[in-house]
């Protein structure tokens, strides 16, 4: 049996959050997987992704993750996107540097790295 392409587990987990499907996301991480939101903090296991992931995906109608460039070193894959979010009417724009580890087929290490203001001045305001 052949290890799955370290490129083609991130693209089936972009793809799945494209979907807003968190159950199919959580399934390709490891049990240990390490979830590395830079300016937000780190969290360990699925578990906690999906307490992340949920709520996050809940709040969209849609949601695209287009991948600008990507290079892939081994077991790393490093990619940039503009990871979208449609709220209500409106379309946030994220440009985010992903960093990835992925052994057996699943994700060890996801890390991605944004400016936190660039999102947070992007989110509708209430009233």
Partial sequence: MSTPDPAAVVATFVAAIERRDVSAALELLSPDVEYDNVPMGKVRGPDAVGQILGPMLEGCTAVEWPVVRQAVAGTT????????FLMGET?????????????????????????????????????
Wanted: charged share 30%; hydrophobic share 40%.
């Fill in 77 to 84: 894959v490093f990619n940039e996107r503009i990871d979208r």
């Fill in 91 to 127: 379309w946030i724009e994220l440009p985010v540097a992903g960093v990835w580890e992925v052994v057996d087929g699943h994700i060890t290490l996801w890390r991605d790295y944004f400016d936190e203001p660039t999102y947070r001045n992007q989110l509708p305001k209430n009233g």
